[in-house]
């Protein structure tokens, strides 16, 4: 098993930052792609960004020049900057992560419970 926990959401008024975390623990686990999800009321949850274990990343159209997405191996934690934030940036904010465990090339997806991100207008 894999826990994962966020940190880092809270009120900001548009055009702030906040800066999420989610660190990844577990027995023997060797940590692959983590990424960070959204989902606001009433609608999908969305990714909003991704890291493989090397580094790539993607970004969601609109989060692009806005959001990075950052990661510490040694650490098995993921980082979310959010700079200039929007109202519609308005979600709860979802950390994703696949790992195998020991020797296994079996990988599974796990998702941490979700921090809450409020921008004002």
């Known amino acids: 098993q894999v826990q994962l926990v966020e940190s880092g959401g809270g009120l900001v008024q548009a055009g702030g930052s906040l800066r999420l975390s989610c660190a990844a623990s577990?027995?023997?686990?060797?940590?692959?792609?983590m990424a960070w999800y959204r989902q606001a009321p009433g609608k999908q949850r969305e990714l909003v960004a991704a890291?493989?274990?090397?580094?790539?990343?993607n970004y969601a159209d609109s989060v692009k020049g806005r959001f990075t997405i950052s990661r510490d191996n040694a650490k098995n934690t993921v980082y979310l900057q959010m700079n200039s934030l929007k109202p519609e940036d308005t979600a709860v904010y979802y950390c994703?992560?696949?790992?195998?465990?020991?020797?296994?090339?079996?990988?599974?997806?796990?998702w941490g419970q979700g921090t809450r991100v409020t921008v004002s207008s």
């Open positions: 994703y992560a696949e790992a195998s465990h020991g020797s296994s090339r079996l990988t599974y997806a796990y």
């Open positions: 890291i493989a274990s090397g580094g790539s990343t």
């Open positions: 577990g027995n023997r686990i060797s940590i692959n792609a």
